[in-house]
């Protein structure tokens, strides 16, 4: 069985375009986009399930992981808000670029260059983070036994990806790269997108049980990402590590 979830092509795409993380109208312009929905509803979950109280550091002592970090796109937010943030990520690119940023924000996130199934740390994480990555790595199923692995009893896993459907690929592949070039071509290839039921299924099989599961939309009227009923396209669920 293959143990290794790191895909080298995937890497080497992404390791390309590292300079570009931080650039908001760049390469990464539709995560830039992406990003305040993902803060928000990462945020609102982990509060309501964990109970805080803490306003000015409402993540306060939460210890998360953050998988496929990139630059830090999500990791520095999360780690603003207090909590303990260790991003990582298979690209070296990646992880210099978010080591540097978040030096230059005077920001205390453990950046490390792995997969989670290589991943050599004594911690149990209370939430991880699995934002946009499944659908780049290869054997979903070892790469989510090694995530579960990495989390505490009761624990919170996020995952957003992108659903196998038609529409999907005419709206993920076809619109976004071809047509409305907000991504280079050859980002996504539609045969690594996952359903929901399959991720359910892998899941269940290393005790995470689905939490909840919401649609994410772009309007285009308003140039911003919602939380939608809609699933056929992008996704995101949270799943109790039980």
């Known amino acids: 069985m293959k143990t290794n979830t790191i895909n080298k092509k995937e890497i080497e795409k992404f390791s390309k375009i590292a300079e570009e993380w931080w650039n908001p109208e760049g390469k990464f312009k539709p995560l830039h986009k992406f990003n305040p929905i ?14 805080l109280k803490n306003k000015k550091n409402p993540l306060e002592k939460i210890k998360i992981l953050d998988i496929g970090c990139g630059g830090g796109l999500l990791s520095e937010p999360m780690n603003r808000l207090g909590a303990e943030v260790v991003g990582i990520d298979a690209s070296d690119k990646n992880i210099n670029v978010a080591k540097v940023h978040a030096k230059k924000n005077n920001l205390n996130i453990k950046y490390i260059c792995s997969s989670p199934e290589k991943l ?6 209370d939430v991880i983070l699995n934002m946009e990555i499944i659908e780049h790595v290869d054997n979903v ?3 989510l036994k090694a995530c579960s692995n990495l989390l ?9 990806t992108l ?17 409305l070039r907000w991504l280079p071509i050859g980002t996504h290839e539609w045969e690594k997108f996952v359903k929901p039921d399959e991720l359910i299924d892998i899941l269940s099989k290393y005790n995470l049980k689905l939490e909840s599961l919401d649609g ?5 009227i308003k140039d911003e990402w919602n939380i939608s009923s809609d ?11 039980i």
């Open 152 to 160: 505490k009893k009761d624990g919170i896993m996020f995952i957003a």
């Open 231 to 241: 699933k056929s396209v992008n996704y995101i669920s949270k799943f109790i590590k």
């Open 141 to 143: 199923d070892h790469f």
């Open 120 to 125: 050599e740390i004594k911690t149990k994480f």
């Open 163 to 179: 659903n196998k459907t038609l529409k999907s690929y005419v709206f993920a592949i076809i619109g976004a790269e071809y047509v």
């Open 38 to 51: 993902r803060i928000s509803y990462i945020k609102d979950n982990i509060i309501n399930s964990f109970k």
């Open 216 to 220: 994410v939309k772009f309007n285009l």
